[in-house]
């Protein structure tokens, strides 16, 4: 029997709020097949969690999971997974995933957990304080109505300063669909809704403090294989996103200029991707590259002035202390506009319509969703939602959601490798599978954010994916190949934990020629801390059966091939676009689900396939309910 002492704690925490009781249980059940992360998360949905109920039953599960690495030396290893049914999926509520980083993962780590896992529902509004092997049920009563900001500091006071504190804010309480989880100033779970899950199971915060240390196997080869991470992405570009490289206006770059104090990252990493920002009666918070999306709309009422700038700084910070979620609010915005202007909204008069962009709008457009007020009401359901009740609303709204109820991220309409990872998942599936969108943007001559030549891009994609095809934009050529290593790859970071602005190191920043990457790296940091001699093949077979895995929950929910495609609006040209063909799409879904040993009709494993992967009891089940032969 294998162990699990070395950079796995061998502990999670299992919570029950209804009965405000809690037991400990053993990692070992579940850490050979899955790791940790998304990978334990799903695991425990699968066999807890009845596909039926929606996100908001006292049945569902939060699941909060780091991984083996979090919270080590391994550089990026300050993330965590959340895993839990998303009020924010659409048409219906589904099993999805959001990441996390900051601290608190590797404080639950410290604590002596490798997840933890909140089930019921509480009688009364609580706080729940984790500290060490103690765990308390606190009354949250003059803690409702409080913001994220609030909610910490009065926490911190109560309990421990040096507690790491995840909470929700107002939007979470009131059960918006875009609430998120927050920690410090912000540090999201976003694009999954799971802080109005927590508001569902009246959870307000969760504080912990840990004081122990994590045994790693093999310290010295630890130490070694990091400072190798670190030197091959000392340059990495994306530590200028929310600098420099994001910034095309001197407005901008002077507003930075003037009140960014330093760029902060994560627990243990080295890319520090966020620029921590003090404005006078305004705050502090910490802005990553979606906070600035508010640019867009407050350019066109502002122009290129500082005083937008500010109102963009103000917005970032109400929807960070409000709990809501940046992404929905840059597509939202651009859809209510299409609403205003078409007149299918005019008789709503509690938002200033006439002002878009302006402080006042985006200001009030956020209050009102998090508290559901008026309209907000409505909006607090997401875009999607609002289309449906909204004549001719998707009309307008299908342009800027390509799939589920997520705002558009990377669009698929003229990318065909992006169509098909927008297809294929629960959610936006660019949040933790960064670097093929990244490599494939440079095909339309799109060098940011790695700076990278189409020559060394195609150089790339031959190495990575088998192909220079799979990056170019003109067919659905190799495709298949490339988005199935990306996705088995993306659970393989999701599992350890650790962060995809990071990891696969596929190039390196130091040389001039960007060569040199190393993909086996987050195997041997794996194998270093834990003593389990692991592979990248390995690895990555790990990764396609936790993605095999999500598939047969989507699966008991509903899923069929049909269901794997884009609003109507992406295969067809757009302001210049030009779309891509929906009958080659299809046959490109039809060679993915081949090359993935699945049900070409039907787009699910097949029963062959999951037990090869070691699945043999999620594939009995699943026979059994007759979902599979």
């Known amino acids: 029997m294998l162990l699990y002492e070395h950079g796995w704690t061998g502990k999670i925490l299992r919570v029950d709020l209804t009965e405000r009781k809690w037991n ?125 900001y609030t909610t910490q500091k009065k926490l911190h006071k109560e309990l421990d300063p040096e507690a790491k504190i995840l909470c929700i804010g107002p939007a979470g309480e009131n059960l918006s669909r875009l609430a998120v989880i927050l920690s410090e100033t912000s540090f999201v779970s976003g694009k999954s809704g799971f802080g109005a899950v927590m508001g569902s199971k009246l959870l307000k915060a969760i504080a912990v403090r840990g004081t122990k240390s994590l045994k790693i196997s093999n310290p010295e080869r630890m130490i070694e294989i990091s400072k190798r991470v670190r030197q091959l992405s000392a340059n990495n570009p994306m530590r200028e996103w929310t600098s420099t490289l994001m910034l095309d206006s001197v407005d901008r770059q002077s507003f930075l200029n003037k009140y960014r104090k330093k760029n902060i990252g994560c627990f243990g990493c080295h890319t520090l991707c966020f620029a921590h920002l003090s404005v006078p009666d305004a705050g502090e918070s910490q802005c990553h590259c979606i906070g600035y999306f508010y640019y867009s709309a407050a350019t066109k009422y502002y122009g290129h002035t500082l005083e937008r700038d500010q109102a963009v700084f103000d917005s970032i910070v109400l929807a960070n202390k409000l709990g809501l979620d940046h992404y929905e609010f840059y597509s939202m915005i651009r ?90 998942d629960s959610r936006d599936p660019i949040i933790d599978q960064h670097p093929y969108a990244r490599i494939s943007s440079t095909f339309q001559k799109r060098p940011f954010p790695y700076n990278l030549s189409p020559e060394v891009a195609k150089m790339l994609a031959k190495k990575i994916y088998g192909s220079e095809k799979a990056i170019d934009h003109t067919t659905f050529e190799k495709k298949p190949e490339a988005i199935i290593y990306t996705q088995n790859r993306s659970a393989v970071i999701n599992m350890l934990v650790v962060c995809d602005w990071v990891y696969p190191i596929v190039l390196s920043y130091t040389s001039g020629e960007y060569g040199g990457g190393d993909t086996t790296l987050e195997s041997q940091l794996l194998t270093a801390t834990t003593g389990h001699d692991v592979t990248e093949n390995e690895l990555n077979h790990t990764g396609e059966r ?36 929906k009958e080659n799409f299809e046959k490109a879904k039809t060679d993915y689900y081949r090359l993935r040993g699945w049900d070409e009709a039907k787009g699910w494993p097949t029963f062959q396939k999951l037990n090869q992967l070691g699945l043999s009891d999620v594939a009995d089940i699943l026979q059994k309910e007759k979902l599979i032969k």
Request: negative net charge; hydrophobic residues 35%; aromatic residues 12%.
């Open 335 to 424: 859809f209510l506009e299409d609403l205003y202007n078409s007149g299918n909204i005019q008789s709503q008069v509690d938002l200033p319509l006439d002002q878009f962009g302006s402080r006042e709008f985006i200001q009030k457009l956020l209050e009102n969703t998090a508290l559901r007020k008026g309209i907000g009401d409505l909006l607090a359901e997401g875009s999607a939602r609002v289309a449906d009740q909204i004549d001719n609303g998707w009309s307008y709204c299908s342009k800027y959601f390509p799939a589920y109820g997520s705002a558009e991220h990377e669009s698929p309409r003229n990318n065909p490798g992006v169509a098909l990872l927008w297809a294929l």
């Open 24 to 148: 400990v249980e053993s990692t070992s059940k579940y850490a050979d097949r899955f790791i940790g992360g998304i990978g334990i998360g799903l695991k425990i949905l699968w066999d807890e969690v009845d596909p039926e109920i929606n996100s908001f039953n006292p049945g569902n599960k939060l699941v909060f999971a780091p991984g083996p690495l979090t919270g080590t030396l391994a550089p990026g290893s300050g993330r965590f997974e959340i895993v839990s049914k998303s009020p924010r999926s659409y048409p219906v509520d589904t099993v999805t995933r959001s990441g996390m980083g900051g601290f608190w993962g590797p404080e639950l780590k410290y604590a002596g957990y490798d997840a933890l896992i909140i089930q019921g529902r509480a009688e009364n509004w609580i706080n729940l304080w984790i500290h060490n092997e103690k765990v308390k049920f606190l009354e949250a009563k003059d803690y409702v109505g409080n913001d994220t």
């Open 546 to 581: 936790v993605w095999n895995l999500s598939r047969a929950i989507m699966l008991r929910e509903g899923r069929t091939r049909e269901n794997d495609t884009l609003n109507e609006t992406y295969f067809r040209n757009y302001e210049g676009e030009i779309a891509i063909s």
